[in-house]
T-cell receptor, first 110, second 116 residues
């Protein structure tokens, strides 16, 4: 059974810090790993997609890595800003479906 | 491009009533899906479609029907609403060229449904 776990459930850091969000998955035969951002009362916005043949993807201050052998992905946020405050979800695309973690609620304090 | 549009944004139903949640996308995406999001349960797939005329069940399909008569639209029907269907519903779509799964999922802003 595909399972995706995100720890911690919530994280609060001062503005300007670099931080890492973690995602663990059980399916070794993944097609891709996706990271999303969700703001309160809104839908999910796709941030990065890492194909199974890739090790990492970068977009601006965001860098996501993928290690299939250990079943782990990380989202690195550089020089965090208050506008980065949101819930971040990862999702694993398997052969049959996309399975989501429950997310990490991130708060960046000015 | 409007992306993925969901209507209504909010809805209150009484137990036993039926209704349709609307979803439309203007990106010519082949793949469309419905999720529900509940506290402590995360996002769960209800139904999905890989193209017009093709639908399939997800993880929690009971109590819901879907159809896909056009590429753009993918409505979700609640046949007889129950309090357990109180949730936030999200429609999402992506491009699925051939056997490719490597296209990101685009979400609508959700419909918040309360069943009393």
């Amino acid at each position: 059974k595909q399972e995706v776990t995100q720890i911690p459930a919530a994280l609060s850091v001062p503005e300007g810090e670099n931080l890492v969000l973690n995602c663990s998955f059980t399916d070794s035969a993944i097609y891709n790993l996706q990271w999303f951002r969700q703001d309160p009362g809104k839908g999910l916005t796709s941030l990065l997609l890492i194909q199974s043949s890739q090790r990492e993807q970068t977009s601006g201050r965001l860098n996501a890595s993928l290690d299939k052998s250990s079943g782990r992905s990380t989202l690195y946020i550089a020089a965090s800003q208050p506008g980065d405050s949101a819930t971040y979800l990862c999702a694993e695309q398997g052969a049959q479906k996309l399975v989501f973690g429950q997310g990490t609620r991130l708060t960046i304090n000015p | 491009n409007a992306g993925v549009t969901q209507t209504p944004k909010f809805q209150v139903l009484k137990t036993g009533q039926s209704m349709t949640l609307q979803c439309a996308q203007d990106m010519n995406h082949e793949y469309m899906s419905w999720y529900r999001q509940d506290p402590g349960m995360g996002l769960r797939l209800i139904h999905y479609s890989v193209g017009a005329g093709i639908t399939d069940q997800g993880e929690v399909p009971n109590g819901y029907n879907v159809s896909r008569s056009t590429t753009e639209d993918f409505p979700l029907r609640l046949l007889s609403a129950a309090p357990s269907q109180t949730s936030v519903y999200f429609c999402a779509s992506s491009y699925r060229g051939g056997a490719s799964y490597n296209s990101p999922l685009h979400f609508g802003n959700g419909t918040r449904l309360t069943v009393t």
